[in-house]
C-alpha cells in the first residue's frame, strides 16, 4: 500500500466480551497486533472501541444526553478512566509486538458541537506518522459546546480522521462478516453484500430505519454505515469485516481480498 | 480559597522511589489523594513528574536532545507508555478517594519549540474546571517543531498552566522541605529559606549555576525556580514544600502556613 494511510477501526465487540463488563479478549488483541505487525503498513492509524469498557458506563450515566446533572460527572470521570484502561491494554499489547504505538487521548484535544465534531487540529497526529510511530486512538467521552460532553463513538472519529488525513482505506474490524442484508446474528439466511457503492450508502442514510430494507438496519451497522458516507465519498475505500478470524485483518492492510463488505464511490 | 485556581505540582520524587525503576509510592499517593479531598479546594489541577517511571528511559534515550534517530522512537514510545501507567496509578488513587479527576494526555494537544510550549490551547481545561472535575496531567514527551520531540517537564507544564489560567496559587510538592541555601541532602546545615520575591528570583535566573551562591544550586531546585519565574512576576504565589509529610499539601491548598518556602513577586 505504499504510503498511503490507513485508519483501522478495532470495534468494542472484537477487543471486549460485550456480556461481561470490563472483560478485555486478551489473546485477540495480541493475535490482530500480530496481524497489524506482519502486514507492514507504513502509515496506520488505530482506533478502538469501547465494548463492555465503555458501554454499560455510557449508558448507566446517560452521557450521549450531554451533561444534565452532578452524577453525571461521575460518570465522565469513571468512563474515562475506563477507556483509559483498555486503551492500556491494547498499547501494552501493541508494543509487546513491537508495533511503535503511542497513545493519543482523543478527550485532549478534540471537542463536538451537538455530538459532532467541529474544527480539530491534527498537526499532531500527522508528525507522529511522519515519525513513523502509529497514533493509538479510541472513543471517548468529549466536551461538547452545546451538551456539556458526550459520547465520541471510535466510527465517528475514524471516518473523521481518514477524510482529513486523506487516508485510502478504512478497515471496520467487526464481530460479523461483513454488511448483510438482514442481521446475520438473528436470521440464518442473510446474505453478505460483497460491494456496495457510495450512492447505496447515500440511499440508505436518506431512509429511516425500519424503512430501510436494503441491508441489515438492526444491531449498529446502520449507525456505522452512516458514519462512513463522508469519507466514501471523498474517495476512502472502506472494508467491513470480522476481526475475530485470524487473518481477514492482515489481508485487509495488505490490500488483498478477503471475506468482508468493500465500499467505495461508484464501484 | 474560594473559586481561585491552584495548580498543584506532585514531583517525580514524591510519588516514585526514584532509586527503584517503575516503584511507585502507593502509599503516599493515596495519603495525598485524601489530603487533596480533605482540603476541599474549589478549582484545581494536578500535573506530576516521572521519577522512576520517566527519567531513565528518557536518559537511556536521550530524549531531551530531540530526534537523532530512529532508536529513539523506541524510547518515544516506552517514555510515553511508562508515563500513561504512572498517571493511571494516580488517576484510580484518585477516583477511588472521590476526587472527580480526568486524566489530560499534555502529548495529545502541546507541541514545543526548541524545548519551550509555544502557543497552547486550554479551552478544554477550563471548562473541565467549570464542570468541577480536576484535570490530572503529566510532565510528557512531546513533539517539537525543532527538534522532532522533546522532554516537557512537569515544572514547564505547571507554571504555564498557572500563568495562562490566572490561578492564585503553585504548590510545589517536593522530597525536601522547601528552597535552602545549600543542598539539604548534603550539607546538614543547610538553611531553609521561608521567604523569597520574584526579584531574588530573578537575579538567580541571571546567574550561573555555579556562581549562585544564595540558594540551593545543587539538586533540581534551580530548574523548578527558573520555571516559576514568569508565573510569580505574573502575581502568582508558589509554595515549595515537602509532599512526604503528612499534612503539608492539605495546609498549602487550604490556604495556611505549613514549613516551606513562599515565593511571592515583591513580597
Redesign the interface.
Known amino acids: 500500500m505504499g504510503d498511503q494511510l490507513i485508519v483501522l477501526k478495532l470495534g468494542g465487540s472484537v477487543i471486549t466480551d460485550k456480556k461481561r463488563e470490563f472483560v478485555a479478549r486478551n489473546d485477540t488483541i495480541s493475535r490482530i497486533m500480530k496481524e497489524i505487525g506482519a502486514s507492514r503498513v507504513n502509515r496506520l492509524i488505530i482506533v478502538h472501541g469501547g465494548g463492555s469498557y465503555g458501554h454499560p458506563l455510557a449508558k448507566q450515566y446517560r452521557l450521549s444526553e450531554g451533561?444534565r446533572n452532578?452524577t453525571q460527572?461521575?460518570g465522565?470521570?469513571?468512563t474515562?478512566?475506563s477507556m483509559?484502561?483498555l486503551n492500556?491494554i491494547l498499547?501494552?499489547s501493541a508494543?509487546k509486538n513491537h508495533l511503535?504505538?503511542?497513545?493519543?487521548?482523543?478527550?485532549?484535544?478534540i471537542?463536538t458541537k451537538g455530538g459532532r465534531i467541529e474544527e480539530v487540529?491534527l498537526?499532531?497526529i500527522k508528525?507522529?506518522l511522519d515519525?513513523?510511530?502509529i497514533p493509538l486512538m479510541f472513543g471517548d467521552v468529549v466536551?461538547d459546546s452545546q451538551l456539556?460532553?458526550t459520547i465520541l463513538s471510535g466510527d465517528q472519529l475514524t471516518a473523521r480522521l481518514a477524510i482529513e488525513l486523506c487516508a485510502s482505506q478504512i478497515v471496520l474490524a467487526t464481530d460479523v462478516d461483513g454488511v448483510f442484508d438482514s442481521d446475520p446474528k438473528e436470521n440464518p439466511k442473510a446474505s453478505l453484500i460483497a460491494r456496495m457503492t457510495g450512492q447505496d450508502l447515500g440511499e440508505l442514510a436518506g431512509e429511516d430505519e425500519k424503512d430501510a430494507r436494503t441491508i441489515d438496519v438492526t444491531g449498529k451497522m446502520i449507525g456505522k454505515m452512516r458514519e462512513v458516507i463522508p469519507a466514501v465519498q471523498k474517495g476512502v475505500r472502506v472494508i467491513v469485516l470480522n476481526g475475530l478470524v485470524d487473518g481477514r485483518i492482515s489481508a485487509a492492510l495488505r490490500g488483498g481480498g478477503t471475506l468482508g463488505t468493500v465500499i467505495e464511490d461508484g464501484a
Open positions: 451533561h452532578q460527572i461521575l465522565l470521570v469513571k474515562r478512566q483509559m484502561d492500556k498499547l501494552d508494543i511503535p504505538c503511542v497513545s493519543v487521548q482523543p478527550s485532549a484535544f471537542r487540529n498537526e499532531i508528525s507522529l515519525l513513523h510511530a466536551l456539556g460532553f
